[in-house]
C-alpha cells in the first residue's frame, strides 16, 4: 500500500515539474521578442571600439607589444560600458645568450626547443571590457577602463622571453587604462576618440623544470574611436 502511493506521488510530482517546464518554456517563448526588439532596434545602447595601442615591457623577463582590438557591448548608464572583444598582439620579446649557451648537458636543455627558439610571434587576446566615464558624454571626459580575460599565443609551440619561454597554452590576461574621452561629431556625442596610458599584466609559465612562472608587466599607450 505504501509502496503504491509512493509511486502515485512520484506520478503526480513528475507531471506537475513537466507542466511547471512548459509553462516557463511557453512564457520565455513569449517573452523572446520583447527581448530581443529592443537589441535589434539599437534602443539598448549598442556601443563598439576599436584601438590601437603599445606597450613597452618592464622588468627583466619583459616584452613590447603592438596590437590592435575591438569591443562590442552596451552602453548601460552614460557613465558604464560593458561588452566584450579581443585583439591581435604582435610580442617582440628582449633575449639574452645565456640560455642558447647552455652546455648540452644542463637538464634543462632541449634541442628541440633550443632549434625552434625566437624572439618575436603573435597573440590573441580575448576579454571581457568594462569602462567607466567620468563627465557628460557631450563634452571631454576622463575614462577608465579595464580589460580582463585570457591571451593565447598562435603559428608556434614556443616563445623565447630572456632566459625562458612562453608557450601556447592559455595565458590571464589584464589590461587597465586611463584618459581622457573627446567627442568628435556634435550631432553624435557616441562619436568619440579616447587617449590612454595602459598597463598590462600577461602571466606565463617558464620552460624549465622548475615550473616557475613568468611574470610579463608593460606600459604604454592607446588611441581608439568609439562609436
Not at 556625442?189 to 596610458?197: F, Y
Request: net charge neutral; proline share 3%.
Amino acid at each position: 500500500m505504501n509502496k503504491k502511493l509512493l509511486s502515485f506521488f512520484t506520478l503526480l510530482i513528475a507531471t506537475f515539474g513537466l507542466s511547471n517546464a512548459d509553462a516557463q518554456f511557453y512564457q520565455i517563448a513569449n517573452q523572446l521578442p520583447s527581448l530581443l526588439s529592443p537589441m535589434l532596434s539599437g534602443s539598448m545602447n549598442y556601443k563598439g571600439f576599436v584601438d590601437a595601442h603599445y606597450l613597452k615591457g618592464l622588468g627583466e623577463c619583459n616584452a613590447d607589444f603592438l596590437g590592435v582590438s575591438t569591443s562590442q557591448g552596451f552602453q548601460y548608464r552614460e557613465w558604464f560600458f560593458m561588452g566584450v572583444g579581443m585583439g591581435v598582439d604582435v610580442l617582440f620579446s628582449h633575449t639574452s645568450d645565456e640560455f642558447g649557451n647552455w652546455d648540452v648537458n644542463h637538464p634543462d636543455y632541449d634541442s628541440t626547443i633550443v632549434k625552434s627558439q625566437r624572439t618575436s610571434g603573435v597573440m590573441i587576446p580575448i576579454f571581457t571590457d568594462f569602462r567607466f566615464n567620468v563627465g557628460k558624454s557631450s563634452s571631454v571626459a576622463f575614462f577608465a577602463d579595464v580589460k580582463v580575460g585570457c591571451s593565447f599565443l598562435v603559428g608556434k609551440d614556443n616563445l623565447r622571453i630572456n632566459n625562458g619561454y612562453i608557450t601556447n597554452q592559455e595565458y590571464f590576461y589584464l589590461r587597465p587604462a586611463l584618459g581622457v574621452r573627446i567627442p568628435v561629431n556634435s550631432n553624435n556625442s557616441k562619436q568619440a576618440v579616447a587617449l590612454g596610458i595602459n598597463y598590462q599584466l600577461l602571466t606565463a609559465n617558464y620552460w624549465s623544470s622548475w615550473n616557475r612562472n613568468v611574470t610579463l608587466n608593460s606600459l604604454g599607450a592607446s588611441a581608439s574611436f568609439e562609436w
